[in-house]
């Protein structure tokens, strides 16, 4: 632990968040972690996991955990929707000599994040703050100074640094004036878990993550651990369908089955945005904060990860060089500047860089 430091404040408890926090303890950087919410999200959201996620999870202890409650994916589909046609699917193997994980896994991040919270609060007891809504915050010269509404009144925190971890409509963000470029697609998708047997009383020779071709309307399975995801596109102005229109999409697609449950269903907007600077002195802007894009292809949760991947190891190096109660500050710095992930995230697979073991074996 880097002994007098104030801690680095992470506002925002979703896996980002999460795993930043895991980052910071892996580099002894003391941390303190703020979420509205009184609990983690139920909602449905991000349930697929890659291999450089996973290799995050490993390096900080949390893999084995994650991995036994997960789906592992050797083979990934792709299947001509019309008739039902099986076309070359990628086998994950191939990345043998790459990586340690040469899979996926699918797990949906209202199951992640629960094993995430459990080791911080294993290893820094008390880091973590749930009913903390961040309602401002203001930089000093050697640190940042945020405000919470908590049910018992405000309250003031004073941090090293500050980590905006709080999603798509970050407050940080908006309390920065940072702007946002790029758009945001008029075609929605629709997301739908369902409770159905694919495997023993309904089988279907489905890979457990598989993209569906069709010129009409495309599809996208997955098989969760405790349910089959289904996501279709939505048309811009197309109402969001009723249970049992949803129920009928479900059969349209995979065939009669004996029993089904719909569980969970969601709506939500295709971004490709990107916010003009990820830094403003002390304050740092992570994951849907600092970049919304598809969350196709597990392109949402995991691009964010690699935020956590690389800024922990990085204020780690600054502390280093410029002593625990200091770590200076040089101006702003945008995009692609040192304090962030611009120049090549490769350098954090150096051990001299890292302060540890590679990723590869």
């Given at each position: 632990?880097?002994?007098?430091?104030?801690?680095?404040?992470?506002?925002?408890?979703?896996?980002?968040?999460?795993?930043?926090?895991?980052?910071?303890?892996?580099?002894?950087?003391?941390?303190?972690?703020?979420?509205?919410?009184?609990?983690?999200s139920l909602d449905t959201k991000a349930g697929t996991i890659l291999t450089r996620t996973l290799e995050a999870f490993r390096r900080y202890g949390v893999a084995e955990a994650v991995l036994a409650k997960a789906l592992r994916v050797d083979e990934i589909g792709d299947v001509e929707r019309a008739t039902n046609t099986a076309r070359p699917s990628v086998?994950?193997?191939?990345?043998?000599?790459?990586?340690?994980?040469p899979f996926v896994i699918n797990m949906p991040q209202h199951h992640l994040e629960p094993i995430l919270r459990a080791a911080i609060d294993e290893r820094?007891?008390?880091?973590?703050?749930?009913?903390?809504?961040?309602?401002?915050?203001?930089?000093?010269?050697?640190?940042?100074?945020?405000?919470?509404?908590?049910?018992?009144?405000?309250?003031?925190?004073?941090?090293?640094?500050?980590?905006?971890?709080?999603?798509?409509?970050?407050?940080?963000?908006?309390?920065?004036?940072?702007?946002?470029?790029?758009?945001?697609?008029?075609?929605r998708c629709l997301l739908v878990d369902v409770k159905v047997d694919l495997d023993v009383a309904n089988p279907r020779d489905y890979p457990y993550l598989a993209y569906f071709a069709d010129p009409e309307e495309w599809m996208i399975l997955v098989r969760q651990p405790h349910c089959w995801r289904f996501l279709y596109p939505l048309a811009a102005g197309v109402p969001e369908p009723t249970a049992t229109e949803f129920r009928a999409k479900v059969i349209r697609s995979i065939g009669p089955v004996d029993q089904m449950?719909?569980?969970?269903?969601?709506?939500?907007r295709?971004?490709?945005?990107?916010?003009?600077?990820?830094?403003?002195?002390?304050?740092?802007?992570?994951?849907?904060?600092?970049?919304?894009?598809?969350?196709m292809w597990a392109l949402g949760l995991n691009t964010g990860i690699l935020d956590?991947?690389?800024?922990?190891?990085?204020?780690?190096?600054?502390?280093?060089?410029?002593?625990?109660?200091?770590?200076?500050?040089h101006g702003r710095t945008g995009r692609n500047g040192e304090g962030h992930v611009g120049h090549g995230m490769g350098q954090c697979c150096d051990p001299n860089h890292a302060g540890g073991e590679t990723w590869r074996r």
């Open positions: 632990m880097s002994n007098g430091m104030p801690p680095i404040i992470v506002v925002g408890a979703g896996p980002v968040g999460l795993t930043t926090a895991l980052g910071l303890h892996f580099y002894r950087l003391p941390f303190a972690l703020f979420e509205d919410d009184a609990e983690l086998q994950t193997a191939l990345l043998s000599d790459d990586t340690r994980y820094r007891p008390g880091a973590f703050h749930l009913q903390h809504r961040l309602t401002s915050f203001r930089q000093l010269e050697r640190g940042v100074v945020a405000s919470f509404d908590t049910p018992d009144g405000a309250r003031e925190v004073e941090g090293s640094y500050l980590l905006a971890c709080d999603g798509g409509r970050s407050t940080v963000r908006s309390q920065l004036g940072v702007a946002v470029e790029g758009e945001s697609s008029d075609v449950e719909i569980l969970n269903t969601i709506v939500y295709i971004h490709h945005r990107v916010a003009t600077q990820w830094r403003c002195d002390r304050v740092f802007l992570m994951g849907d904060a600092a970049h919304l894009i598809t969350p956590a991947i690389s800024l922990p190891w990085r204020r780690r190096r600054r502390v280093r060089r410029d002593g625990a109660g200091g770590a200076q500050v």
